[in-house]
T-cell receptor
């Protein structure tokens, strides 16, 4: 069964600094990987997804993630943080033939002025 | 397109009472999910429907939780009787495909349940 582990429950950066949120996956078959963002009192919104077409995936709001099979990682980055990026971020995984999506515990991103 | 609709947004009940949540998925989405999100944790899958059939309910506490999806569209999730540890946000999501792992989930805004 597939699973993901998010390293760091809280990440704090200054506005304009690099954002790096870590996610490692475990899967017995090639996975599909996703990053979702959750703002307070809202549901989850898709940021980006990896489906094996390209290892570097670009998403909305300037975020991108790189799939590294050798490291079983799918870290989320953004070159310059904005105050509006403050939210909870979730990494998720599903198998190629079954949309049974499993989520990590989440990383809360705080952006300091 | 209209998103996933959930109601109510908030619910406060006492332990041992019953409660029901409602979800209307995106039109045309065959797959519907209920997730439980406890504060500070990631969403945990409770049940997955494909049309009106259950695909996976292995993590649903069936002694107190039940869910149905009549006519393959709307769905209700019920808890009876509620326990304190059921306090959480209940998220409904829908997806276009069940047998394709690259089909993203679309989430509603959730129902925040507080059990006192």
């Amino acid at each position: 069964a597939q699973s993901v582990t998010q390293l760091g429950s809280h990440v704090s950066v200054s506005e304009g600094a690099l954002v790096l949120l870590r996610c490692n996956y475990s899967s017995s078959v090639p996975p599909y990987l996703f990053w979702y963002v959750q703002y307070p009192n809202q549901g989850l919104q898709l940021l980006l997804k990896y489906t094996s077409a390209a290892t570097l995936v670009k998403g909305i709001n300037g975020f991108e993630a790189e799939f590294k099979k050798s490291e079983t990682s799918f870290h989320l980055t953004k070159p310059s943080a904005h105050m509006s990026d403050a939210a909870e971020y979730f990494c998720a995984v599903s198998a190629y033939n079954n949309n049974d999506m499993r989520f990590g515990a989440g990383t809360r991103l705080t952006v300091k002025p | 397109e209209a998103g996933v609709a959930q109601s109510p947004r908030y619910k406060i009940i006492e332990k041992r009472q019953s409660v029901a949540f409602w979800c209307n998925p995106i039109s045309g989405h065959a797959t519907l999910y209920w997730y439980q999100q406890i504060l500070g944790q990631g969403p945990k899958l409770l049940i997955q429907f494909q049309n009106n059939g259950v695909v996976d309910d292995s993590q649903l506490p069936k002694d107190r939780f039940s869910a149905e999806r009549l006519k393959g569209v709307d769905s209700t999730l019920k808890i009876q009787p509620a326990k304190l540890e059921d306090s959480a946000v209940y998220l409904c999501a829908s997806s276009l495909f069940q047998d394709r792992g690259d089909s993203p989930l679309h989430f509603g805004n959730g129902t925040r349940l507080t059990v006192t």
